[in-house]
């Protein structure tokens, strides 16, 4: 009977861990979705991730609409699987994702439903903003002098370079 320190047994030799062998020219190393640099050596459903508005439960949930296999890498994906995936998250519904999961739920312009993603969800997240402010809003004005907006406490956190403590006496 050997006996080895605990960290030892648990530790991961390199011998044990695969690599990955793909043939040259058929894998992408960054590819370009939705205006966003992605990854090609992650697999494709934390790859996804990177682009502003796709998390992990979302980019899982594409993939699955997409009928793409999420152990596979983003640089091993051909364009007309890239281009099934930005389809799936340009129109979710379509493709039996439900309503409750999207982030952008009966908008105010439309009611409709819809998920936004980079420069759409910033573009959208400022006109909501502004148009807080514009109808005085309590949102819109907390937005307006830089309070907490979503009912935190303010007596003491959150004072960002504001004198802190009590003055003291001058003798």
């Known amino acids: 009977l050997i006996l080895t320190p605990r960290s030892a047994r648990l530790s991961f030799s390199p011998a044990l861990t695969m690599a990955l062998v793909i043939e040259e020219g058929s894998f992408n190393h960054v590819l370009r979705i939705a205006n966003t640099n992605v990854v090609g050596s992650m697999k494709i459903a934390y790859a996804l ?60 312009k439309d009611g409709s439903y819809g998920h936004l993603i980079a420069n759409s969800l910033d573009q959208t997240f400022r006109e909501d903003i502004t148009r807080m402010k514009k109808i005085r809003l309590h949102r819109g004005v907390r937005h307006h002098y830089g309070l907490r907006v979503r009912g935190q406490h303010t007596k003491t956190t959150g004072r960002r370079g504001r004198t802190v403590g009590v003055a003291s006496k001058k003798k």
């Open 49 to 108: 991730t990177s682009v502003k508005g796709l998390g992990r439960r979302f980019a899982h949930q594409v993939c699955k609409a997409a009928d793409i296999d999420t152990k596979k890498r983003a640089g091993e994906l051909v364009p007309a699987e890239v281009t099934r995936i930005v389809e799936v998250f340009t129109n979710p519904v379509q493709y039996g994702i439900p309503k409750w999961f999207l982030n952008r739920q009966k908008d105010i």
